[in-house]
């Protein structure tokens, strides 16, 4: 029996809003597919992977839906309203339990698919909140660029099947590396592999004996991992590039210096190596009001340590 709802106007933000009950169509499974690639997205973003021919306002209603009980196939995170802009921002949303649950019962997803899922997503963190839709944010941009420029997008999920991991994690040395994400582009004749860090801000840049993770240790973990091919014995891949976004211009002039200084005294590796650079000041929390829905993170050129700025991919044609 339908649960319907009572007839009255609900806060944007409050756990307890109810709607009526409703099906998973294969449409609604279409909007849900995106949370399980990305993770964290807005109800514009969705729209623009999803449905883009939609109004956005229908997209809006819907993801609201598929949000209040009884159905309950996304969530809404609570950190979002740590803004003065919270009742103003776009609304975020991620896939809950049970939207994993009807994304695996309709073959939309394998059952290693969905474990990884709960291994990467699972242990959700509110203070690692922003920088998680950040990420998200950029991944989905790309994959939008993508379906611009008729390339096809590979998320961690395509590029790990079948190889029984359950974390991204490198192993090298006496530490890891685990990229903040993973994911492929192919123009149907080749495949580019990218590992993302997304930089708030809030990591300390230089290395330090107390921090077990700082983005010199980070990009020296790299280094290593270039060096020795770690990606071919961990992910499986032929190569592997990395990109970094930060959200300040002084502190992309400021890593740029420090990658530089590391390569130059490094003696057991040449080079920067296949590092892309991008400061998005809309990241920050506060700024996310004009977080354009587009396939800019991937049109848009990517800043390198000594060489000219330069799009990330380039199809065999192009190059």
Not at 32 to 54: D, K, V, Y
Not at 66 to 81: G, M, T, W
Not at 96 to 113: H, N, Q, W
Not at 213 to 234: A, C, F, I, N, P
Request: hydrophobic residues 35%.
């Amino acid at each position: 029996m339908n649960v319907q709802a009572p007839n009255r106007h609900y806060d944007r933000f409050d756990p307890q809003a109810k709607a009526k009950r409703i099906g998973v169509t294969g449409l609604r499974l279409d909007r849900l597919q995106p949370f399980f690639t990305h993770g964290l997205l807005s109800t514009e973003m969705l729209h623009a992977l999803a449905e883009p021919h939609r109004v956005q306002n229908y997209t809006t209603q819907e993801l609201c839906r598929l949000k209040r009980i009884p159905n309950s196939y996304l969530d809404q995170p609570e950190a979002q309203q740590d803004t003065m802009d919270a009742r103003y921002n776009r609304l975020i949303y991620r896939l809950s339990l049970r939207g994993l649950e009807a994304l695996l019962a309709a073959g939309r997803i394998t059952p290693e698919d969905a474990q990884l899922f709960l291994d990467l997503r699972g242990q959700y963190k509110q203070n690692q909140f922003w920088h998680d839709a950040a990420t998200s944010y950029i991944t989905a941009s790309i994959e939008l660029g993508c379906k611009q420029l008729g390339l096809q997008f590979l998320s961690a999920y395509d590029i790990l099947r079948g190889k029984g991991l359950t974390s991204l994690a490198i192993p090298f040395q006496k530490s890891h590396l685990i990229p903040d994400a993973l994911f492929g582009i192919s123009d149907r004749t080749s495949i580019t592999y990218y590992a993302l860090e997304t930089d708030m801000g809030s990591e300390q840049l230089e290395a330090n004996q107390l921090k077990h993770s700082t983005l010199t240790k980070k990009y020296l973990g790299y280094r290593v991992m270039w060096s020795h091919e770690l990606y071919q014995d961990v992910y499986g891949i032929p190569s592997l590039k990395l990109l970094i976004v930060t959200t300040k211009h002084l502190r992309l002039e400021n890593i740029k210096t420090t990658f530089k200084n590391i390569a130059r005294e490094d003696t057991q590796s040449s080079g920067i190596g296949p590092v892309y650079l991008k400061c998005f000041p809309a990241l920050e929390r506060h700024e996310r009001l004009s977080l354009p829905s587009t396939g800019i993170m991937l049109t848009d050129p990517w800043h390198r340590v000594t060489k000219e700025p330069t799009t990330i991919f380039k199809t065999k044609a192009a190059v």
